[in-house]
Protein backbone atom coordinates (compact mmCIF):
# COMPACT_ATOMS: atom_id res chain seq x y z
CA UNK A 1 0.00 0.00 0.00
CA UNK A 2 1.32 3.40 -0.61
CA UNK A 3 1.03 6.78 1.26
CA UNK A 4 -1.19 9.73 1.86
CA UNK A 5 -0.15 12.83 3.05
CA UNK A 6 -2.65 15.08 4.40
CA UNK A 7 -0.27 17.95 4.36
CA UNK A 8 2.51 18.27 2.54
CA UNK A 9 4.32 22.18 2.91
CA UNK A 10 7.13 21.55 1.15
CA UNK A 11 5.13 20.19 -1.84
CA UNK A 12 3.23 23.10 -1.88
CA UNK A 13 5.79 25.71 -1.67
CA UNK A 14 7.14 23.55 -4.72
CA UNK A 15 4.22 23.33 -6.40
CA UNK A 16 3.54 27.50 -6.33
CA UNK A 17 7.26 28.08 -7.30
CA UNK A 18 7.23 25.59 -10.33
CA UNK A 19 3.71 27.33 -11.06
CA UNK A 20 5.75 30.41 -11.28
CA UNK A 21 8.36 30.00 -12.53
CA UNK A 22 7.31 28.06 -15.97
CA UNK A 23 4.20 30.14 -15.98
CA UNK A 24 1.81 27.11 -15.94
CA UNK A 25 -1.94 27.68 -15.79
CA UNK A 26 -3.40 28.04 -12.23
CA UNK A 27 -4.08 24.85 -10.64
CA UNK A 28 -7.39 23.69 -10.44
CA UNK A 29 -7.06 22.30 -6.53
CA UNK A 30 -4.00 21.88 -4.18
CA UNK A 31 -5.61 18.87 -2.71
CA UNK A 32 -3.94 16.29 -4.28
CA UNK A 33 -2.72 12.94 -2.91
CA UNK A 34 0.13 10.53 -3.55
CA UNK A 35 0.17 6.45 -3.37
CA UNK A 36 4.31 5.65 -3.41
CA UNK A 37 6.24 2.66 -4.24
CA UNK A 38 3.37 1.18 -6.19
CA UNK A 39 4.21 -2.17 -7.67
CA UNK A 40 3.86 -3.04 -11.39
CA UNK A 41 4.42 -6.35 -13.09
CA UNK A 42 6.23 -7.02 -16.01
CA UNK A 43 5.70 -9.32 -19.15
CA UNK A 44 8.52 -11.38 -17.98
CA UNK A 45 7.84 -11.63 -13.95
CA UNK A 46 10.16 -8.60 -12.87
CA UNK A 47 8.70 -5.49 -10.75
CA UNK A 48 8.56 -1.67 -11.60
CA UNK A 49 8.36 0.87 -9.11
CA UNK A 50 5.67 3.70 -9.24
CA UNK A 51 4.13 6.13 -7.61
CA UNK A 52 0.66 7.68 -8.41
CA UNK A 53 -0.32 11.01 -7.88
CA UNK A 54 -4.48 11.80 -7.93
CA UNK A 55 -6.11 14.92 -8.57
CA UNK A 56 -9.08 15.99 -6.59
CA UNK A 57 -11.76 13.99 -7.54
CA UNK A 58 -14.32 16.78 -6.76
CA UNK A 59 -12.47 19.63 -9.09
CA UNK A 60 -11.80 16.19 -11.52
CA UNK A 61 -13.89 13.98 -11.86
CA UNK A 62 -13.08 10.20 -14.26
CA UNK A 63 -9.45 12.56 -15.15
CA UNK A 64 -7.32 11.02 -17.71
CA UNK A 65 -4.07 9.41 -16.56
CA UNK A 66 -0.12 11.34 -17.32
CA UNK A 67 2.07 8.18 -17.51
CA UNK A 68 5.79 9.02 -17.39
CA UNK A 69 8.51 6.24 -17.35
CA UNK A 70 11.94 7.46 -16.26
CA UNK A 71 14.87 6.57 -15.40
CA UNK A 72 16.05 9.52 -12.82
CA UNK A 73 13.96 8.55 -9.76
CA UNK A 74 10.56 9.66 -8.54
CA UNK A 75 11.34 12.41 -6.26
CA UNK A 76 12.66 15.90 -5.76
CA UNK A 77 12.60 17.82 -9.14
CA UNK A 78 10.94 15.05 -11.53
CA UNK A 79 8.40 14.38 -8.80
CA UNK A 80 7.74 18.29 -8.12
CA UNK A 81 6.83 19.04 -11.92
CA UNK A 82 5.43 15.62 -13.11
CA UNK A 83 3.59 14.42 -10.20
CA UNK A 84 2.29 17.46 -8.15
CA UNK A 85 2.37 19.73 -10.99
CA UNK A 86 -0.33 18.14 -13.33
CA UNK A 87 -2.07 16.59 -10.59
CA UNK A 88 -2.87 19.84 -9.55
CA UNK A 89 -3.89 20.68 -12.72
CA UNK A 90 -6.75 17.74 -12.72
CA UNK A 91 -4.39 14.80 -13.80
CA UNK A 92 -4.01 11.10 -12.72
CA UNK A 93 -0.16 11.33 -12.98
CA UNK A 94 1.32 7.83 -12.70
CA UNK A 95 5.37 8.41 -12.59
CA UNK A 96 7.27 4.78 -13.13
CA UNK A 97 10.83 3.99 -12.61
CA UNK A 98 12.51 2.38 -15.31
CA UNK A 99 13.93 -1.14 -14.80
CA UNK A 100 16.96 -1.43 -12.96
CA UNK A 101 16.54 1.87 -11.12
CA UNK A 102 15.30 3.16 -7.84
CA UNK A 103 13.53 -0.11 -6.30
CA UNK A 104 12.28 -1.39 -10.06
CA UNK A 105 13.88 -5.09 -10.44
CA UNK A 106 16.42 -5.95 -12.93
CA UNK A 107 19.57 -3.86 -14.15
CA UNK A 108 19.37 -0.51 -16.24
CA UNK A 109 20.89 -1.14 -19.37
CA UNK A 110 19.89 2.09 -21.37
CA UNK A 111 16.96 1.93 -24.22
CA UNK A 112 16.57 -1.68 -23.84
CA UNK A 113 13.84 -2.91 -21.87
CA UNK A 114 11.25 0.36 -22.88
CA UNK A 115 8.99 -1.27 -25.57
CA UNK A 116 8.18 -4.06 -23.26
CA UNK A 117 7.87 -2.18 -20.01
CA UNK A 118 6.40 0.43 -21.27
CA UNK A 119 3.43 -1.95 -22.72
CA UNK A 120 3.52 -3.93 -19.18
CA UNK A 121 2.25 -0.84 -17.27
CA UNK A 122 -0.23 0.30 -19.51
CA UNK A 123 -1.86 -3.33 -19.51
CA UNK A 124 -1.59 -2.44 -15.43
CA UNK A 125 -2.64 0.94 -15.80
CA UNK A 126 -6.33 -0.52 -17.44
CA UNK A 127 -6.84 -2.42 -14.51
CA UNK A 128 -6.97 0.25 -12.17
CA UNK A 129 -9.65 1.38 -10.29
CA UNK A 130 -8.74 5.23 -12.00
CA UNK A 131 -7.25 4.02 -15.10
CA UNK A 132 -9.03 6.18 -17.66
CA UNK A 133 -7.52 7.20 -20.80
CA UNK A 134 -4.09 8.11 -20.96
CA UNK A 135 -1.58 10.74 -22.14
CA UNK A 136 2.23 10.41 -22.33
CA UNK A 137 4.69 12.89 -21.64
CA UNK A 138 8.35 13.92 -20.75
CA UNK A 139 11.45 15.24 -21.75
CA UNK A 140 14.82 13.50 -23.19
CA UNK A 141 15.12 10.18 -21.74
CA UNK A 142 11.04 10.27 -20.67
CA UNK A 143 10.31 11.46 -24.20
CA UNK A 144 11.95 7.78 -25.76
CA UNK A 145 9.70 5.53 -23.22
CA UNK A 146 7.24 7.33 -25.33
CA UNK A 147 8.39 6.51 -28.72
CA UNK A 148 9.30 2.90 -27.57
CA UNK A 149 5.50 1.79 -27.30
CA UNK A 150 4.08 4.62 -29.37
CA UNK A 151 3.24 2.39 -32.79
CA UNK A 152 1.61 -0.33 -30.64
CA UNK A 153 -0.16 1.60 -27.61
CA UNK A 154 -3.33 0.51 -27.18
CA UNK A 155 -6.52 2.49 -27.65
CA UNK A 156 -6.58 4.28 -24.85
CA UNK A 157 -3.64 6.19 -25.46
CA UNK A 158 -4.83 9.44 -26.60
CA UNK A 159 -2.06 11.87 -27.31
CA UNK A 160 1.71 12.20 -26.82
CA UNK A 161 4.39 15.05 -25.60
CA UNK A 162 7.98 14.07 -26.47
CA UNK A 163 10.00 16.79 -25.87
CA UNK A 164 13.71 17.36 -26.69
CA UNK A 165 14.06 13.77 -27.53
CA UNK A 166 14.12 11.27 -30.15
CA UNK A 167 12.37 7.79 -31.78
CA UNK A 168 16.15 6.62 -30.91
CA UNK A 169 17.67 8.70 -28.65
CA UNK A 170 21.34 7.76 -28.43
CA UNK A 171 21.75 6.21 -31.60
CA UNK A 172 22.01 10.01 -32.91
CA UNK A 173 25.19 10.46 -31.09
CA UNK A 174 26.50 7.40 -32.99
CA UNK A 175 27.95 8.18 -36.15
CA UNK A 176 30.68 5.77 -37.51
CA UNK A 177 34.21 6.55 -36.24
CA UNK A 178 32.79 9.84 -34.53
CA UNK A 179 32.02 10.40 -30.41
CA UNK A 180 29.81 12.79 -29.08
CA UNK A 181 32.47 12.10 -25.86
CA UNK A 182 30.98 15.54 -23.40
CA UNK A 183 27.24 13.71 -24.19
CA UNK A 184 27.74 10.37 -23.91
CA UNK A 185 30.27 10.32 -20.91
CA UNK A 186 28.28 12.72 -19.18
CA UNK A 187 25.23 10.73 -19.29
CA UNK A 188 26.84 7.18 -18.13
CA UNK A 189 28.62 8.81 -15.35
CA UNK A 190 25.37 10.46 -14.60
CA UNK A 191 23.40 7.56 -14.59
CA UNK A 192 25.80 5.26 -12.60
CA UNK A 193 26.03 7.51 -9.60
CA UNK A 194 22.86 8.71 -9.45
CA UNK A 195 21.26 6.73 -6.59
CA UNK A 196 24.39 7.60 -4.18
CA UNK A 197 23.57 9.34 -2.02
CA UNK A 198 22.78 12.90 -3.01
CA UNK A 199 23.37 11.34 -5.87
CA UNK A 200 20.28 13.96 -8.26
CA UNK A 201 21.34 17.07 -5.74
CA UNK A 202 25.45 16.44 -6.54
CA UNK A 203 24.45 16.46 -10.21
CA UNK A 204 22.58 19.33 -10.27
CA UNK A 205 25.53 21.06 -8.41
CA UNK A 206 28.27 19.71 -10.29
CA UNK A 207 30.03 18.09 -7.97
CA UNK A 208 32.22 15.81 -9.11
CA UNK A 209 31.98 17.55 -12.63
CA UNK A 210 36.31 18.08 -12.49
CA UNK A 211 36.31 14.42 -12.49
CA UNK A 212 34.55 13.63 -16.00
CA UNK A 213 36.60 16.50 -17.26
CA UNK A 214 39.34 15.14 -16.73
CA UNK A 215 38.91 11.93 -17.60
CA UNK A 216 37.28 13.07 -21.11
CA UNK A 217 41.58 13.89 -21.93
CA UNK A 218 41.56 10.26 -21.45
CA UNK A 219 43.34 7.97 -24.37
CA UNK A 220 42.65 5.57 -25.40
CA UNK A 221 38.91 6.43 -25.40
CA UNK A 222 37.57 3.03 -24.13
CA UNK A 223 38.80 3.94 -20.93
CA UNK A 224 37.26 7.39 -19.91
CA UNK A 225 34.86 5.64 -18.31
CA UNK A 226 37.12 4.17 -15.83
CA UNK A 227 39.10 6.71 -15.19
CA UNK A 228 35.68 9.02 -14.35
CA UNK A 229 34.11 5.94 -12.24
CA UNK A 230 36.75 3.19 -11.43
CA UNK A 231 35.25 1.17 -13.29
CA UNK A 232 33.60 0.45 -16.86
CA UNK A 233 30.03 1.08 -17.74
CA UNK A 234 28.18 -0.80 -19.82
CA UNK A 235 26.17 1.89 -21.71
CA UNK A 236 29.27 3.42 -22.53
CA UNK A 237 31.47 0.72 -23.94
CA UNK A 238 28.40 -0.69 -26.17
CA UNK A 239 28.20 3.40 -27.97
CA UNK A 240 32.21 3.14 -28.38
CA UNK A 241 32.01 0.01 -30.08
CA UNK A 242 29.09 -0.54 -31.59
CA UNK A 243 27.70 2.67 -34.24
CA UNK A 244 24.06 3.85 -35.42
CA UNK A 245 24.53 1.44 -38.31
CA UNK A 246 24.93 -1.60 -35.91
CA UNK A 247 22.25 -4.17 -36.35
CA UNK A 248 23.50 -4.35 -32.37
CA UNK A 249 21.10 -1.41 -31.81
CA UNK A 250 17.98 -2.86 -34.19
CA UNK A 251 15.29 -3.54 -31.12
CA UNK A 252 16.39 0.35 -29.51
CA UNK A 253 15.79 2.05 -32.97
CA UNK A 254 12.35 2.91 -33.09
CA UNK A 255 12.50 5.49 -36.14
CA UNK A 256 11.69 3.07 -38.54
CA UNK A 257 8.10 2.72 -36.99
CA UNK A 258 7.61 6.35 -36.31
CA UNK A 259 4.88 6.92 -39.88
CA UNK A 260 3.13 4.14 -37.78
CA UNK A 261 2.06 5.90 -34.93
CA UNK A 262 -1.84 6.93 -34.76
CA UNK A 263 -1.80 8.92 -31.18
CA UNK A 264 -1.60 12.57 -31.78
CA UNK A 265 1.86 13.81 -31.53
CA UNK A 266 2.94 17.33 -30.31
CA UNK A 267 6.57 17.40 -30.48
CA UNK A 268 8.91 20.42 -28.29
CA UNK A 269 12.09 21.21 -29.76
CA UNK A 270 14.90 23.51 -28.61
CA UNK A 271 17.41 25.34 -31.37
CA UNK A 272 20.13 24.22 -29.42
CA UNK A 273 18.96 20.96 -28.18
CA UNK A 274 21.30 17.75 -28.62
CA UNK A 275 18.51 16.02 -30.41
CA UNK A 276 16.93 18.47 -32.63
CA UNK A 277 18.13 17.32 -36.09
CA UNK A 278 16.45 13.72 -35.67
CA UNK A 279 12.94 15.00 -33.76
CA UNK A 280 12.78 17.08 -36.65
CA UNK A 281 13.23 14.15 -38.88
CA UNK A 282 10.45 12.15 -36.63
CA UNK A 283 7.99 15.35 -37.52
CA UNK A 284 8.68 15.39 -41.03
CA UNK A 285 7.57 11.40 -41.37
CA UNK A 286 4.48 11.60 -39.04
CA UNK A 287 3.39 14.39 -41.37
CA UNK A 288 4.11 12.48 -44.65
CA UNK A 289 2.29 9.74 -42.74
CA UNK A 290 -0.72 12.10 -42.96
CA UNK A 291 -0.28 11.69 -38.60
CA UNK A 292 -2.02 14.32 -36.82
CA UNK A 293 1.46 16.57 -35.34
CA UNK A 294 2.57 19.56 -34.00
CA UNK A 295 5.80 20.86 -33.73
CA UNK A 296 7.42 23.64 -31.83
CA UNK A 297 10.96 24.80 -31.49
CA UNK A 298 11.93 27.66 -29.17
CA UNK A 299 15.31 29.18 -28.52
CA UNK A 300 16.22 26.29 -26.27
CA UNK A 301 18.48 24.01 -25.28
CA UNK A 302 18.77 20.67 -23.45
CA UNK A 303 17.57 21.49 -19.87
CA UNK A 304 16.42 25.20 -20.35
CA UNK A 305 13.25 25.85 -18.57
CA UNK A 306 11.50 27.26 -21.19
CA UNK A 307 11.31 23.98 -22.96
CA UNK A 308 9.91 22.32 -19.94
CA UNK A 309 7.34 25.16 -19.63
CA UNK A 310 6.13 24.48 -23.16
CA UNK A 311 5.72 20.48 -22.77
CA UNK A 312 4.10 20.73 -19.24
CA UNK A 313 1.77 23.44 -21.10
CA UNK A 314 1.10 21.66 -24.06
CA UNK A 315 0.48 18.46 -21.54
CA UNK A 316 -2.19 19.78 -19.59
CA UNK A 317 -3.87 21.61 -22.22
CA UNK A 318 -3.23 20.25 -25.70
CA UNK A 319 -2.65 16.68 -24.77
CA UNK A 320 -5.11 16.22 -21.65
CA UNK A 321 -7.95 17.61 -23.91
CA UNK A 322 -7.50 14.81 -26.48
CA UNK A 323 -7.62 12.73 -22.89
CA UNK A 324 -10.67 13.42 -21.66
CA UNK A 325 -12.45 13.43 -25.31
CA UNK A 326 -13.03 17.17 -25.75
CA UNK A 327 -11.73 19.66 -28.39
CA UNK A 328 -7.79 20.08 -28.08
CA UNK A 329 -6.71 24.02 -28.05
CA UNK A 330 -6.00 25.15 -31.40
CA UNK A 331 -2.25 24.17 -32.43
CA UNK A 332 -0.54 25.32 -35.99
CA UNK A 333 1.55 22.37 -37.73
CA UNK A 334 4.52 24.71 -37.07
CA UNK A 335 5.39 26.74 -34.21
CA UNK A 336 9.41 28.48 -34.49
CA UNK A 337 10.48 31.06 -32.75
CA UNK A 338 12.75 32.86 -35.16
CA UNK A 339 16.17 34.11 -33.22
CA UNK A 340 17.23 37.91 -34.03
CA UNK A 341 14.11 38.71 -34.53
CA UNK A 342 12.91 37.18 -31.46
CA UNK A 343 9.25 36.45 -32.49
CA UNK A 344 7.59 33.44 -32.38
CA UNK A 345 5.85 32.53 -36.56
CA UNK A 346 3.55 29.99 -37.25
CA UNK A 347 4.02 27.67 -40.64
CA UNK A 348 2.43 24.89 -42.31
CA UNK A 349 5.07 22.41 -42.50
CA UNK A 350 9.03 21.85 -41.84
CA UNK A 351 11.24 23.22 -43.17
CA UNK A 352 8.80 25.88 -44.46
CA UNK A 353 8.18 26.63 -48.05
CA UNK A 354 9.32 29.36 -49.99
CA UNK A 355 13.15 29.57 -48.75
CA UNK A 356 15.68 28.51 -51.10
CA UNK A 357 19.71 27.97 -50.43
CA UNK A 358 21.79 31.48 -51.26
CA UNK A 359 25.49 30.40 -51.75
CA UNK A 360 28.02 32.44 -49.54
CA UNK A 361 31.62 31.76 -50.44
CA UNK A 362 34.64 31.08 -48.20
CA UNK A 363 37.27 33.52 -49.30
CA UNK A 364 40.41 34.26 -47.21
CA UNK A 365 39.21 36.10 -44.29
CA UNK A 366 35.72 36.90 -46.11
CA UNK A 367 32.45 35.41 -46.34
CA UNK A 368 30.59 37.00 -50.26
CA UNK A 369 28.27 36.23 -52.52
CA UNK A 370 30.52 34.98 -55.27
CA UNK A 371 34.03 33.14 -55.00
CA UNK A 372 37.33 34.60 -55.58
CA UNK A 373 38.43 32.98 -59.09
CA UNK A 374 42.38 32.50 -57.52
CA UNK A 375 42.12 32.67 -53.81
CA UNK A 376 44.48 30.41 -52.67
CA UNK A 377 43.83 27.88 -50.17
CA UNK A 378 44.10 28.69 -46.63
CA UNK A 379 45.47 26.52 -43.55
CA UNK A 380 45.87 26.00 -39.92
CA UNK A 381 47.15 23.00 -38.12
CA UNK A 382 45.06 20.59 -35.77
CA UNK A 383 47.00 19.33 -32.63
CA UNK A 384 44.86 16.71 -30.54
CA UNK A 385 47.56 17.16 -27.48
CA UNK A 386 46.11 20.63 -27.50
CA UNK A 387 42.77 20.63 -29.75
CA UNK A 388 40.31 22.63 -30.13
CA UNK A 389 37.92 23.68 -27.58
CA UNK A 390 33.94 23.32 -27.80
CA UNK A 391 32.33 26.13 -26.64
CA UNK A 392 28.32 26.93 -26.28
CA UNK A 393 25.92 25.09 -28.81
CA UNK A 394 23.78 21.57 -27.73
CA UNK A 395 25.00 20.51 -24.89
CA UNK A 396 23.40 18.35 -22.19
CA UNK A 397 24.04 20.18 -19.29
CA UNK A 398 22.64 23.99 -18.96
CA UNK A 399 26.06 25.27 -17.99
CA UNK A 400 27.93 27.11 -20.49
CA UNK A 401 24.86 25.69 -23.83
CA UNK A 402 23.58 28.01 -26.26
CA UNK A 403 24.71 30.76 -27.77
CA UNK A 404 28.00 32.58 -26.70
CA UNK A 405 30.46 34.79 -27.33
CA UNK A 406 33.00 33.17 -29.81
CA UNK A 407 35.52 35.40 -29.76
CA UNK A 408 37.99 34.05 -27.99
CA UNK A 409 37.58 30.80 -29.37
CA UNK A 410 38.26 32.69 -32.98
CA UNK A 411 41.15 34.00 -31.49
CA UNK A 412 42.89 30.34 -31.90
CA UNK A 413 45.33 29.25 -34.78
CA UNK A 414 43.49 26.36 -35.33
CA UNK A 415 40.10 27.90 -35.96
CA UNK A 416 39.64 29.94 -39.77
CA UNK A 417 37.33 32.69 -39.66
CA UNK A 418 35.22 34.43 -42.55
CA UNK A 419 33.37 37.42 -42.04
CA UNK A 420 30.76 38.94 -44.17
CA UNK A 421 30.52 42.75 -45.07
CA UNK A 422 28.15 44.57 -42.66
CA UNK A 423 24.48 44.10 -44.15
CA UNK A 424 22.51 46.61 -45.59
CA UNK A 425 19.35 44.61 -45.10
CA UNK A 426 18.20 41.94 -43.06
CA UNK A 427 18.92 38.64 -43.70
CA UNK A 428 16.60 35.89 -42.73
CA UNK A 429 17.27 32.49 -42.29
CA UNK A 430 15.19 29.21 -41.74
CA UNK A 431 15.46 25.71 -42.85
CA UNK A 432 18.31 23.60 -43.24
CA UNK A 433 21.85 25.34 -43.45
CA UNK A 434 24.45 23.38 -45.22
CA UNK A 435 27.83 23.99 -46.09
CA UNK A 436 30.33 22.43 -48.67
CA UNK A 437 34.38 22.47 -48.21
CA UNK A 438 37.06 21.41 -49.84
CA UNK A 439 40.15 20.86 -48.60
CA UNK A 440 43.49 18.51 -47.92
CA UNK A 441 45.31 16.73 -45.10
CA UNK A 442 48.15 15.19 -44.47
CA UNK A 443 46.86 12.38 -41.94
CA UNK A 444 44.62 9.29 -43.22
CA UNK A 445 41.55 11.16 -41.24
CA UNK A 446 40.31 14.35 -39.42
CA UNK A 447 37.10 15.88 -38.39
CA UNK A 448 35.75 19.09 -39.94
CA UNK A 449 33.52 21.22 -37.70
CA UNK A 450 31.74 24.44 -39.18
CA UNK A 451 29.90 26.85 -37.62
CA UNK A 452 27.72 29.79 -38.54
CA UNK A 453 27.35 32.96 -36.52
CA UNK A 454 26.06 36.19 -36.06
CA UNK A 455 28.45 39.21 -35.07
CA UNK A 456 26.66 42.04 -34.08
CA UNK A 457 27.62 45.71 -33.69
CA UNK A 458 30.08 45.29 -31.07
CA UNK A 459 31.72 43.10 -32.69
CA UNK A 460 30.18 39.95 -30.23
CA UNK A 461 30.43 36.50 -32.32
CA UNK A 462 27.31 34.41 -31.62
CA UNK A 463 27.10 30.86 -32.83
CA UNK A 464 23.83 29.72 -34.26
CA UNK A 465 24.19 26.14 -35.46
CA UNK A 466 27.32 23.85 -36.31
CA UNK A 467 28.26 20.21 -36.94
CA UNK A 468 31.51 18.21 -37.29
CA UNK A 469 32.21 15.33 -39.89
CA UNK A 470 34.74 12.73 -39.68
CA UNK A 471 37.02 13.04 -43.16
CA UNK A 472 39.20 10.64 -44.71
CA UNK A 473 40.98 12.55 -47.30
CA UNK A 474 41.42 11.53 -50.83
CA UNK A 475 43.77 14.24 -52.23
CA UNK A 476 41.18 17.34 -52.23
CA UNK A 477 38.41 16.37 -51.17
CA UNK A 478 34.72 17.92 -51.49
CA UNK A 479 33.22 17.10 -48.00
CA UNK A 480 29.29 17.73 -47.42
CA UNK A 481 28.68 19.19 -43.44
CA UNK A 482 24.63 18.98 -42.90
CA UNK A 483 24.51 22.18 -40.00
CA UNK A 484 21.75 21.90 -37.36
CA UNK A 485 18.61 23.04 -38.49
CA UNK A 486 17.73 26.91 -37.67
CA UNK A 487 15.28 30.31 -37.59
CA UNK A 488 17.36 33.16 -37.55
CA UNK A 489 17.44 36.82 -38.79
CA UNK A 490 20.61 38.00 -39.45
CA UNK A 491 20.34 42.37 -38.73
CA UNK A 492 21.24 45.21 -40.85
CA UNK A 493 24.52 46.13 -40.05
CA UNK A 494 25.43 42.56 -38.38
CA UNK A 495 27.70 40.43 -40.20
CA UNK A 496 27.35 36.66 -40.75
CA UNK A 497 30.37 34.52 -39.67
CA UNK A 498 31.74 30.58 -40.72
CA UNK A 499 34.08 29.01 -38.66
CA UNK A 500 36.15 26.49 -40.24
CA UNK A 501 38.32 24.17 -37.66
CA UNK A 502 39.16 20.30 -37.34
CA UNK A 503 37.42 19.45 -33.10
CA UNK A 504 35.67 20.84 -31.28
CA UNK A 505 36.94 19.12 -27.55
CA UNK A 506 34.93 17.88 -25.38
CA UNK A 507 31.64 17.76 -27.28
CA UNK A 508 33.37 15.77 -29.87
CA UNK A 509 35.98 12.98 -29.07
CA UNK A 510 39.19 14.21 -30.66
CA UNK A 511 40.63 12.88 -33.66
CA UNK A 512 44.28 11.54 -33.46
CA UNK A 513 44.97 11.23 -37.04
CA UNK A 514 46.28 8.03 -37.28
CA UNK A 515 42.78 6.56 -39.44
CA UNK A 516 42.47 3.85 -36.97
CA UNK A 517 39.80 2.90 -34.39
CA UNK A 518 39.24 5.90 -32.49
CA UNK A 519 38.34 3.55 -29.41
CA UNK A 520 41.77 2.00 -28.84
CA UNK A 521 43.80 5.25 -30.71
CA UNK A 522 46.35 6.66 -28.27
CA UNK A 523 48.93 8.55 -30.06
CA UNK A 524 47.90 12.35 -31.19
CA UNK A 525 49.09 13.50 -34.39
CA UNK A 526 48.81 17.00 -35.44
CA UNK A 527 46.96 17.21 -38.68
CA UNK A 528 47.56 20.19 -41.88
CA UNK A 529 44.49 20.89 -42.99
CA UNK A 530 44.22 23.28 -46.07
CA UNK A 531 40.67 24.56 -47.03
CA UNK A 532 40.19 25.83 -50.67
CA UNK A 533 38.05 28.56 -52.28
CA UNK A 534 38.65 29.37 -55.70
CA UNK A 535 36.53 28.79 -58.59
CA UNK A 536 36.97 25.56 -59.24
CA UNK A 537 36.31 24.34 -55.50
CA UNK A 538 34.18 27.29 -54.17
CA UNK A 539 33.87 26.25 -50.28
CA UNK A 540 30.63 27.59 -49.34
CA UNK A 541 28.16 27.75 -46.79
CA UNK A 542 24.17 27.59 -48.15
CA UNK A 543 21.74 29.49 -46.09
CA UNK A 544 17.62 28.97 -46.70
CA UNK A 545 16.69 32.30 -47.33
CA UNK A 546 13.27 33.83 -48.56
CA UNK A 547 14.06 35.95 -51.66
CA UNK A 548 13.08 39.34 -51.08
CA UNK A 549 9.70 40.19 -52.60
CA UNK A 550 9.83 42.64 -55.94
CA UNK A 551 8.18 46.18 -55.84
CA UNK A 552 5.44 46.56 -58.56
CA UNK A 553 6.74 48.32 -61.38
Known sequence: MGTRPRFDLAGRAAGLLAQRLLKLPPAVSRNVTVERDLRIPTHDGQTLMANHWAPDESTSPNAPTAVVR?????????????????????????????????????????????????????????????????????????????????????????????HVTSARLALAFLRPERTELETLLGWSVSTATQERPGGIWRALLGIGRKRVENAMNTLPLVGADTA??????????????????????????????????????????????????????????????????????????????GGMAAVLNDTVGWAAAHARGVEPPGKPPVRLFVMGVDEWRDFDQWPPAGYTPQRWHLA???????????????????????????????????????????????????????????????????????????????????????????????????NICDDLVKVRPDGITKVAVDLSPTAHVFRRGHRIRVQVSAGAHPRFARNLGDGGPPQTAAQPLATRVEIFHDAERPSAILLPRKPKARRPA
Open 364 to 462: PGELRPAPIADAAPTSFTYDPADPTPSLGGPKLESRGAGPVDNRKLEARDDVLVFTSEALDADVEVIGEVTAEVWLRADRPSCDLFVRLCDVDGRGRSL
Open 70 to 162: TPYGRSGPLDWLYGRALAERGLHVLTVSCRGTFGSDGDFRAMRHEREDGLSVLRWHADQPWGNDVLLTGSSYLGYTQWAIAAEAPPQVKAMVP
Open 228 to 305: ALGHQWPFYQECLHHDQNDPYWKNEDHSPAVGDVTVPVSSIAGWYDIFLADQLRDFQVLKAAGRDAHLTVGPWWHAHT
